[in-house]
Nanobody, 123 residues
Framework: QVQLVESGGGLVQAGGSLRLSCAASGRTYVVYAMAWFRQAPGKEREFVAA????????YYADSVKGRFTISRDNAKNTVYLQMNSLKPEDTAVYYC????????????????WGQGTQVTVSS
């Protein structure tokens, strides 16, 4: 099992920044990739960004490309999501996810999930 714990959410004004963290514990050696998803009220959960656990490959949704940056610190078993130029439409619960075998944009591919952290962007 892999446990994921998100932190760093909060309330920020439009144009501001936040950095989310996702700390992984347990059998982290099985992790191949990690990702961030988000779910806004009344909407389905959507892919935001993903990163391979080793290597430099990163992947982004078009809606966040150029504003969000995903990164990792393998020594700390932690993945980050730096969010800049935030917009009210970025308001959502943000979830961290881990996959044992691939990098994917579909949530059904991911094996482990955190509980989520709320991000609210005011206009």
């Amino acid at each position: 099992q892999v446990q994921l714990v998100e932190s760093g959410g909060g309330l920020v004004q439009a144009g501001g920044s936040l950095r989310l963290s996702c700390a992984a514990s347990g059998r982290t050696y099985v992790v191949y990739a990690m990702a961030w998803f988000r779910q806004a009220p009344g909407k389905e959960r959507e892919f935001v960004a993903a990163i391979r656990w080793s290597g430099a490959s990163t992947y982004y949704a078009d809606s966040v490309k150029g504003r969000f940056t995903i990164s990792r610190d393998n020594a700390k078993n932690t993945v980050y999501l730096q969010m800049n130029s935030l917009k009210p439409e970025d308001t959502a619960v943000y979830y961290c996810a881990a996959d044992r075998a691939r990098v994917a944009r579909g949530e059904r591919e991911y094996d482990y999930w955190g509980q989520g952290t709320q991000v609210t962007v005011s206009s």
